[in-house]
């Protein structure tokens, strides 16, 4: 199902109108559904600093993903060989996430359009590999420079709604508002181009190796700039989150992922799927606009995967 809307921006003069297309995705198989907005290529100010980036156009998830959803690809027996794919699909087949041992969301709920949290960015990039299989589209996760594209939704200023933190309560679950709580995805009002808690509920995971120095890297090579992982830690974290304090919530921040997200996990390596001491994380998915063998996408997941 697709529908065609008008967003209105109010914050800058690179768009006066902009049209989105949204798209339904059903999960095969399922009664699961995910909704993406397809955003314009264009070039947009960056960072705190400004920075000059062009990217192409691209899907990205209304809302941050949710426990219903992930639950498909974590709980095996709630999957099944139905596919919509080009390519055969095999449930048996697929690499999933070891159980919780305890509750890592500390009763804040695993249902009924709760964020999904407390992954690691590979349990979130397998989540992206098995629906990419599933569908025979590309899924991944958000470059930084597409995640934050996409939180300003064409504004310049410190937040998708301006520069008065006041008027944080009516578009994110904060630290002041949230009772120390992520709550149900969508209930929040959403940035000018239709995306929901871009600002707090669960900060989110991009696909980046967090660099302190990724505006001078880009500077070289701005358009669809990306920074591949050498090593598990760390990695772009982006948005805030419900314990997060209002300045915490802005466009422009960012925030470096931390092993001590693990530090409750008793398993010798650490797990590969989950961080204990995360359930203020969570992410949203990006749809990209090739058309990927199963190959050439089992090879992008293979270098962005880093354990």
Not at 80 to 86: I, L, N, P, V
Not at 227 to 233: D, E, G, L, S, V
Not at 261 to 276: E, F, L, V
Request: charged share 25%; net charge negative.
């Amino acid at each position: 199902m697709r529908i065609f809307f008008l967003a209105f921006l109010f914050f800058t003069p690179i768009y006066s109108i902009a049209q989105i297309e949204y798209d339904t995705v059903h999960i095969p198989g399922t009664d699961q559904y995910i909704q993406l907005a397809k955003l314009p290529a264009d070039t947009f100010q960056m960072g705190e600093g400004s920075s000059p980036v062009i990217l192409d156009s691209y899907w990205i998830g209304v809302h941050e993903m949710t426990w219903d959803a992930f639950a498909i690809f974590t709980t095996k027996n709630k999957d099944s060989d139905s596919t919509y794919a080009r390519e055969p699909f095999d449930a048996d087949a697929v690499s999933r996430p070891s159980p919780p041992y305890f509750d890592f969301t500390y009763g804040m709920g695993r249902s009924d359009g709760f964020p999904a949290s407390t992954m690691t960015q590979q349990n979130a990039l397998r989540y992206c590999q098995w629906l990419s299989d599933k569908t025979g589209d590309f899924y991944r996760l958000p470059t930084e420079a597409e995640w934050e594209y996409a939180c300003r939704a064409g504004t310049t200023t410190t937040y998708s709604w301006g520069d008065d933190p006041k008027q944080a309560g009516d578009y994110a679950w904060y630290y002041d508002n949230s009772k120390g709580a992520y709550q149900k995805v969508g209930t929040k009002k959403p940035n000018n181009w239709g995306l929901y808690d871009m600002h707090g509920n669960v900060a989110e995971w991009t696909l980046d190796y967090y660099v302190d120095d990724y505006f001078d890297r880009i500077l070289s090579d701005n358009k669809n700039p990306k920074i591949a992982p050498i090593r598990k830690h760390s990695r772009t974290v982006r948005g805030g989150s419900f314990e997060d304090f209002v300045e915490d919530l802005a466009s422009a921040h960012r925030l470096k992922s931390s092993a001590k997200w693990q530090a409750r996990d008793p398993q010798m390596p650490k797990s590969k799927w989950w961080n204990p001491d995360s359930p203020f994380l969570g992410f949203r998915i990006v749809r990209d606009t090739r058309t990927l063998s199963k190959a050439e996408r089992d090879q992008f997941f293979s270098e962005w995967i880093v354990d």
